[in-house]
Nanobody
Framework: QVQLVESGGGLVQPGGSLRLSCTASGFSFSTYVMSWYRQAPGKQRELVAT????????NYADSVKGRFTISRDNGKNTVYLQMDNLKPEDTAAFYC????????????WGQGTQVAVSS
């Protein structure tokens, strides 16, 4: 059965860093495009970052460029989101997803991990 399990969320002060992890099982991880989305209270879910199946290509939302880095380790079936210089507006539930193609909607979703940025 397919599982995407996120971890690494928590409470951090503005300017701080967090590293989210998402470990996959039940499907061929190395053939899927992986993404991180986030959803703040009262807002729609938004795409934050995407990485191609072999990790050669990445894409970021303008709001996180230069602060967030997506990476993956296909040997560990894990995708990461390094978040630096966090801002209060980054507060959201973060979800990882797996898609069968770069422009395809997600096939699978994780359950989410909460990130709160506050002093």
């Amino acid at each position: 059965q397919v599982q995407l399990v996120e971890s690494g969320g928590g409470l951090v002060q503005p300017g701080g860093s967090l590293r989210l992890s998402c470990t996959a099982s039940g499907f061929s991880f190395s053939t899927y495009v992986m993404s991180w989305y986030r959803q703040a209270p009262g807002k729609q879910r938004e795409l934050v970052a995407t990485i191609s199946s072999l990790g050669r290509n990445t894409n970021y939302a303008d709001s996180v460029k230069g602060r967030f880095t997506i990476s993956r380790d296909n040997g560990k079936n894990t995708v990461y989101l390094q978040m630096d210089n966090l801002k209060p507006e980054d507060t959201a539930a973060f979800y990882c997803s797996a898609s069968s193609g770069w422009y395809r909607p997600p096939n699978y979703w994780g359950q989410g991990t909460q990130v709160a940025v506050s002093s």
